[in-house]
């Protein structure tokens, strides 16, 4: 089976531009989370959604920052209009159902966003 | 909250030596869950093991072995005869059961193994 899949793998972008994330999970994953990873900050969970409904956004760190869910396959990240400040790579990550008693998240390979 | 405390930000070694990455945890939930995770140099995360709160027997995996001890509060990783593949950022992490998809990661131990 594929693991999660995100695309692009690299954006280079200048602020002020939107720049879409894109996220695959894992089929029958339930659980689906974007990560922000910085130097300064580490891991930090932005948002996490169960059976396409955003459940906690409490990490989004402003109102520039959106995560959309359509679809038990699909899930992006938008950031209108991005800033400089926003350059981190942003991890997708899925897991099961919780009645699998598996809590494991199981990660994407990350976007690398560079914003000019 | 939970929080992970990674005290150790950067150990070097030289191959074949033995090395232990500290992991001390905090949380008030009584069922939790621990993560180790491995970053290599590509940048991608690496699922390495989960532990229940329930579960204080360590475990051991070819090379890699965990010490969980809840008296401590601590989760430890050793990696014995490394080897310079084991290169890389290794994340402890923790997610409580009242909330078990908030998982806090810590702030990351890098290793490098020199040859």
């Known amino acids: 089976d594929a693991g999660v899949i995100q695309s692009p793998r690299h954006e280079v972008t200048e602020m002020g531009q939107e720049v879409t994330l894109r996220c695959k999970p894992i089929?029958?994953?339930?659980?689906l989370f974007w990560y922000r990873q910085t130097m300064m900050r580490g891991l930090e969970l932005l948002i996490y959604?169960?059976?396409?409904?955003?459940?906690?956004d409490s990490g989004m760190p402003e109102d520039r920052f959106s995560a959309k869910m359509p679809n038990a396959s699909f899930s992006t990240l938008k950031i209108q209009p991005s800033e400089p400040r926003d350059s981190a790579v942003y991890f997708c990550?899925?897991?099961?159902?919780?009645?699998?008693?598996?809590?494991?998240?199981?990660f994407g390979p990350g976007t690398r966003l560079l914003v000019l | 909250a939970q929080k992970v405390t990674q005290a150790q930000t950067e150990i070097s070694v030289v191959e074949k030596e033995d090395v232990t990455l500290d992991c001390v945890y905090e949380?008030?939930?009584?069922?939790?869950?621990l993560f180790w995770y491995k970053q290599p140099p590509s940048g991608e995360l690496v699922f390495l093991i989960r532990?229940?709160?329930?579960?204080?027997q360590n475990e051991i995996s070819g090379r890699y072995s965990w010490n969980f001890q809840k008296s401590t509060s601590s989760f430890n990783f050793t990696i014995t005869a490394s080897q310079v593949v084991d290169s890389a950022v290794y994340f402890c992490?923790?997610?409580?059961?009242?909330?078990?998809?908030?998982?806090?990661f810590g702030a990351g131990t890098r290793l490098t193994v020199k040859p």
């Open positions: 990550a899925s897991s099961p159902d919780l009645t699998t008693k598996d809590e494991t998240q199981y």
């Open positions: 089929s029958g994953h339930d659980y």
């Open positions: 959604f169960n059976n396409n409904v955003p459940i906690d």
């Open positions: 949380t008030r939930d009584t069922t939790y869950y």
């Open positions: 532990r229940n709160s329930f579960d204080e």
């Open positions: 992490a923790l997610s409580e059961a009242y909330n078990n998809n908030d998982m806090r």
